[in-house]
């Protein structure tokens, strides 16, 4: 299990024990969300740095760092496929990454700032601070990227 933490860390736990396997150090600011890859080999964090990171789990470093979002970075899901992750900011925006180039793929803009997210195999679900759920579908990415 992968937890974060308003001390700019994440860390990496045994459920069995309940012992700290590792402290992931990278963030400028608080982790306000986490993510394992469905595989578990890589986390995908959220932070009040604007910033979200993507964490190899094996060797605890930095695989790469997604900026873009110009607000906190509230939360983040990865899609079934372990392809992409979506983010949501106190930007207002929504944003889909390819975890393969590490690139922004798609921005999406609400009308407030998102505080919640969800991806599944057909459909991104997120929440707003109006009270608004937004089900957005998936755009048309690339067959081969979609398992």
């Not at 390819?98 to 195999?121: K, N, W």
């Not at 009270?131 to 957005?136: A, D, E, I, N």
């Amino acid at each position: 299990m992968v937890s974060g933490s308003g001390d700019d860390t994440l860390k990496v736990w045994d459920l069995l024990t309940g012992r700290v396997l590792a402290t992931l150090q990278g963030h400028a600011d608080r982790v306000n969300a986490c993510v394992l890859t469905p595989d578990g080999q890589r986390a995908v964090s959220a932070s009040a740095d604007r910033t979200l990171k993507v964490w190899d789990l094996g060797t605890g470093r930095v695989q790469a760092t997604l900026e873009g979002h110009t607000g906190y970075v509230n939360e983040c899901a990865v899609t079934p496929d372990g392809c992409y992750v979506v983010s949501v900011s106190d930007d207002g925006t929504l944003k889909v990454w390819d975890l393969e180039t590490c690139t922004c793929i798609l921005t999406h803009r609400g009308d407030t700032f998102f505080g919640s997210v969800t991806a599944t195999e057909t459909a991104v679900i997120a929440g707003d601070a109006a009270g608004t759920v937004w089900f957005l579908d998936w755009p048309a990415l690339s067959p081969a990227r979609r398992v």
